[in-house]
Nanobody, 119 residues
Framework: QVQLVESGGGSVQAGGSLKLSCVASGSIANRCAMGWYRQAPGKEREMVSSISSDRITYEDSVSGRFTISQDNVKNSLYLQMDSLKIEDAAVYFC??????????????WGQGTLVNVSS
């Protein structure tokens, strides 16, 4: 099975930037979208951003600060995070959605990368 491996997490001061990367170990058949989720301690996992062939979405709190992009040749997904806030601290997960006839039938998850933001 194809694996997703994230990197780029770390510690940064508020106002700083980080760029997360996610590399798939191989081609993902019927991949229809990729995205980033995050989970902070004591909170539920939430969608941060997603990208498909015709749409890019962002969670309201990161809109204008985060930028998602992908490189299909490299089977890679990126998340540029600027103007980081303390509340952005979380484990960030890469996802790949698998679809069949327009319906999502599965989702792959990476193992996560930790982002710490300090004041």
């Amino acid at each position: 099975q194809v694996q997703l491996v994230e990197s780029g997490g770390g510690s940064v001061q508020a106002g700083g930037s980080l760029k997360l990367s996610c590399v798939a170990s191989g081609s993902i058949a019927n991949r229809c979208a990729m995205g980033w989720y995050r989970q902070a301690p004591g909170k539920e996992r939430e969608m941060v951003s997603s990208i498909s062939s015709d749409r890019i979405t962002y969670e309201d709190s990161v809109s204008g600060r985060f930028t998602i992009s992908q490189d299909n040749v490299k089977n890679s997904l990126y998340l540029q995070m600027d103007s980081l806030k303390i509340e952005d601290a979380a484990v960030y997960f890469c996802t790949a959605d698998i679809c069949y006839r327009g319906v999502r039938t599965g989702r792959l998850w990476g193992q996560g990368t930790l982002v710490n933001v300090s004041s």
